[in-house]
């Protein structure tokens, strides 16, 4: 009889979600056969939510494609045959060159998002298209908007360490749903009010048992702050000092304020005079502060104004910054992209950057003339379906991998 053996790992989820919880993952005889939350890290505390309490049954489900597939048959037919990885790759390879040949490499356009975000998996297959020279598709589709938002009032995107949540004697969920979207700082938050800190939730939706919510009107966060602005400055409760020091265009900003009084913004966000002033005074009042963004209000028109608005309310009451991506911080993630080698390649046709959220209106062009899908369903995925999966039927060169 062979010697059954048992090991435990650590790992870190790597799906698309800021929480990375870690995971501790037990294989018995090369077969990982348990996942369940590591109770040590100070973060997550044990806890796995139910995907990846389940994602075993994905990874060994006999659903799941374990090899290539060629389509031979009319497309819609589901007419696949099995072919070996070394054809894959051969036809594959020689798609590739005939566009190159025919079209230049910027006719190529990989499509990557949403799947494995390691950085091994999400990053460094980037390389591959950068050292080849082809098109790329920008990830607009998640929290572009806001970032650039946020490096034009900030210089970077960074924000406050969410470690500062249970000191801070004021907390705001700014278009967050908090016990979904982000639990364990969420947990964080309960703790915070348990000691006595005042929290809001700022959102269309009823989201949380917790705090004071301020039901807003749909797309107009940025408003709510250039009111908040005017009570602050207009009511002298915002620190001189600080605004003196750490920033410019002051006075610029000013002139805009004073055009949005509490009394017209109360009317424009459909939300009482008295809870807007409350809410400023608050922030004055309370420090520090805790303002946390969520990704839903850049998704609209004028959405990164949005959050490049209030991204600016901190420093009027002695703060910097507001928490809303805190990614690539210490991590150079263009040299694990290879975004070096897209300056060194030999690229040849027209190479562009195309909108990810318009990845139907992009192959409706006819400029994409290879297609290379991984790590992505973009049917699923994106938005405007119904065109995706127009453009993807009448698409005759691409190649899935998922």
């Given at each position: 009889?062979?010697?059954?053996?048992?090991?435990?790992?650590?790992?870190?989820?790597?799906?698309?979600?800021?929480?990375?919880?870690?995971?501790?993952?037990?294989?018995?005889?090369?077969?990982?056969?348990?996942?369940?939350?590591?109770?040590?890290?100070?973060?997550?505390?044990?806890?796995?939510?139910?995907?990846?309490?389940?994602?075993?049954?994905?990874?060994?489900?006999?659903?799941?494609?374990?090899?290539?597939?060629?389509?031979?048959?009319?497309?819609?037919?589901?007419?696949?045959?099995?072919?070996?990885?070394?054809?894959?790759?051969?036809?594959?390879?020689?798609?590739?060159?005939?566009?190159?040949?025919?079209?230049?490499?910027?006719?190529?356009?990989?499509?990557?998002?949403?799947?494995?975000?390691?950085?091994?998996?999400?990053?460094?297959?980037?390389?591959?298209?950068?050292?080849?020279?082809?098109?790329?598709?920008?990830?607009?589709?998640?929290?572009?908007?806001?970032?650039?938002?946020?490096?034009?009032?900030?210089?970077?995107?960074?924000?406050?360490?969410?470690?500062?949540?249970?000191?801070?004697?004021?907390?705001?969920?700014?278009?967050?749903?908090?016990?979904?979207?982000?639990?364990?700082?969420?947990?964080?938050?309960?703790?915070?009010?348990?000691?006595?800190?005042?929290?809001?939730?700022?959102?269309?939706?009823?989201?949380?048992?917790?705090?004071?919510?301020?039901?807003?009107?749909?797309?107009?966060?940025?408003?709510?702050?250039?009111?908040?602005?005017?009570?602050?400055?207009?009511?002298?409760?915002?620190?001189?000092?600080?605004?003196?020091?750490?920033?410019?265009?002051?006075?610029?900003?000013?002139?805009?304020?004073?055009?949005?009084?509490?009394?017209?913004?109360?009317?424009?966000v459909e939300l009482p005079k008295e809870d807007i002033r409350e809410l400023a005074e608050d922030m004055y009042r309370l420090r520090p502060n805790f303002i946390h963004l969520g990704f839903g209000m850049q998704k609209h028109l004028y959405g990164g104004e949005a959050?490049?608005?209030?991204?600016?309310?901190?420093?009027?009451?002695?703060?910097?910054?507001?928490?809303?991506?805190?990614?690539?911080?210490?991590?150079?993630?263009?040299?694990?992209?290879?975004?070096?080698?897209?300056?060194?390649?030999?690229?040849?046709?027209?190479?562009?950057?195309?909108?990810?959220?318009?990845?139907?209106?992009?192959?409706?062009?006819?400029?994409?003339?290879?297609?290379?899908?991984?790590?992505?369903?973009?049917?699923?995925?994106?938005?405007?379906?119904?065109?995706?999966?127009?453009?993807?039927?009448?698409?005759?060169?691409?190649?899935?991998?998922?």
């Amino acid at each position: 009889m062979g010697t059954s053996t048992q090991a435990t790992y650590y790992n870190t989820c790597p799906r698309d979600c800021y929480d990375t919880c870690s995971i501790l993952t037990t294989v018995e005889n090369g077969r990982a056969v348990k996942l369940r939350g590591n109770p040590k890290h100070p973060i997550t505390q044990g806890f796995l939510c139910w995907k990846i309490q389940n994602a075993l049954k994905f990874v060994y489900s006999p659903q799941r494609l374990q090899y290539p597939l060629k389509r031979v048959g009319k497309k819609g037919n589901d007419d696949f045959q099995r072919i070996s990885w070394n054809e894959a790759y051969q036809e594959i390879t020689n798609q590739f060159l005939r566009t190159r040949e025919t079209h230049g490499t910027g006719a190529i356009l990989p499509v990557d998002y949403f799947g494995h975000m390691g950085l091994l998996n999400k990053q460094f297959s980037q390389r591959f298209f950068n050292a080849l020279g082809t098109s790329s598709c920008a990830p607009t589709v998640c929290s572009n908007a806001g970032r650039s938002a946020l490096q034009h009032v900030y210089g970077g995107f960074w924000g406050i360490d969410p470690d500062e949540i249970p000191a801070s004697k004021l907390i705001i969920h700014w278009g967050l749903n908090g016990p979904w979207s982000n639990l364990h700082g969420y947990n964080l938050v309960k703790k915070a009010v348990k000691n006595g800190s005042k929290y809001y939730v700022i959102d269309p939706m009823r989201t949380s048992g917790l705090g004071k919510h301020l039901p807003i009107k749909p797309n107009t966060d940025g408003i709510l702050a250039l009111g908040i602005a005017n009570h602050l400055i207009s009511t002298g409760l915002y620190e001189r000092e600080h605004v003196e020091k750490h920033t410019y265009g002051f006075e610029q900003f000013v002139e805009v304020v004073n055009e949005f009084p509490v009394e017209k913004v109360s009317r424009m966000v459909e939300l009482p005079k008295e809870d807007i002033r409350e809410l400023a005074e608050d922030m004055y009042r309370l420090r520090p502060n805790f303002i946390h963004l969520g990704f839903g209000m850049q998704k609209h028109l004028y959405g990164g104004e949005a959050v490049r608005t209030i991204a600016l309310l901190p420093p009027l009451v002695g703060g910097f910054r507001v928490h809303y991506s805190n990614t690539d911080r210490e991590l150079d993630l263009s040299f694990l992209q290879g975004k070096h080698f897209a300056n060194e390649a030999e690229t040849t046709g027209h190479r562009k950057t195309y909108n990810m959220a318009q990845l139907g209106k992009v192959l409706e062009t006819g400029e994409v003339k290879s297609l290379f899908v991984f790590n992505t369903n973009p049917v699923v995925n994106f938005p405007n379906q119904k065109l995706v999966k127009k453009g993807l039927v009448a698409f005759d060169s691409g190649f899935f991998l998922n």
